[in-house]
Each structure stands twice: as structure tokens, then as C-alpha cells.
């Protein structure tokens, strides 16, 4: 059973940069393949970007392409979400989600293939 407990979030004004972490326990971190995802009040759960066992491939989603970008420390067990040029439309309670492969899925859009989640933490981008 692998346990990820998300950290890092806060209030922050538009223009600013936040990075998150994702502090996994419980498994062969590069085993899993590593995904970050947000959900705003009222909405559904939304892809932010996912990457490989290795940290080798990387995917992003649209909305974050060019001012967010995911990586992982396999040494420190560790996902990152380093978050540039924040917009109010960015605030969300974000999630860190694992899968029982290391490759990068074909969709990694697809939150129900995601075998564990953290408990979230609250972004808020507000001036």
C-alpha cells in the first residue's frame, strides 16, 4: 500500500510561483508512474500534468503547459509541482495520484487508472 501526503500549498498572489510536493511511502517509488491533478470548488477533478517511473517523460496539460512542470526525486521518494505565473483560475485543492507501472500511460488524462491518492492541498492564487 503506498500512502502520498501532499505539501506546499497556500494563499499566493497572481504573478507568484509555489512549488508542491509529494511525499510517497510504502512502495518502490520509481515502480509508479506519478501524476498531479486539481479540483476547483464545484468542478470536477482536472488533469495538471503526469511523468514517468524514471522522470524520464513528462506530459502536461494544456491549461499548465509552459508554467508548470512536474518532476521527482526517486532518491528522496519525492513528486514535485513547480508552479510559475499563477492565475486566480489556479486555485484548486491539488492531488498527487500514483500508478502500479513505471511507463507513462497512453492517457494519463484518465483518473480512474490511478491505483493511490493523497489527501490534497489547498491552493488559493487570490490578490
Known amino acids: 500500500q503506498v500512502q502520498l501526503v501532499e505539501s506546499g500549498g497556500g494563499l499566493v498572489q497572481p504573478g507568484d510561483s509555489l512549488r508542491l510536493s509529494c511525499a510517497a511511502s510504502?512502495?518502490?517509488?520509481?515502480?509508479?508512474?506519478m501524476a498531479w491533478f486539481r479540483q476547483a470548488r464545484g468542478k470536477e477533478r482536472e488533469f495538471v500534468a503526469a511523468i514517468s517511473g524514471s522522470g524520464g517523460s513528462t506530459y502536461h496539460g494544456d491549461s499548465v503547459k509552459g508554467r508548470f512542470t512536474i518532476s521527482r526525486d526517486n532518491v528522496k521518494n519525492t513528486l514535485y509541482l513547480q508552479m510559475m505565473r499563477l492565475k486566480p483560475e489556479d486555485t484548486a485543492v491539488y492531488y498527487c495520484?500514483?500508478?502500479?507501472?513505471?511507463?507513462?500511460?497512453?492517457?494519463?488524462?484518465?483518473?480512474?487508472?490511478?491505483?493511490?491518492w493523497g489527501q490534497g492541498t489547498q491552493v488559493t492564487v487570490s490578490s
Open positions: 495520484a500514483a500508478v502500479t507501472r513505471a511507463y507513462l500511460p497512453t492517457s494519463p488524462e484518465y483518473l480512474r487508472q490511478y491505483d493511490f
Open positions: 510504502g512502495g518502490t517509488f520509481s515502480n509508479f508512474a
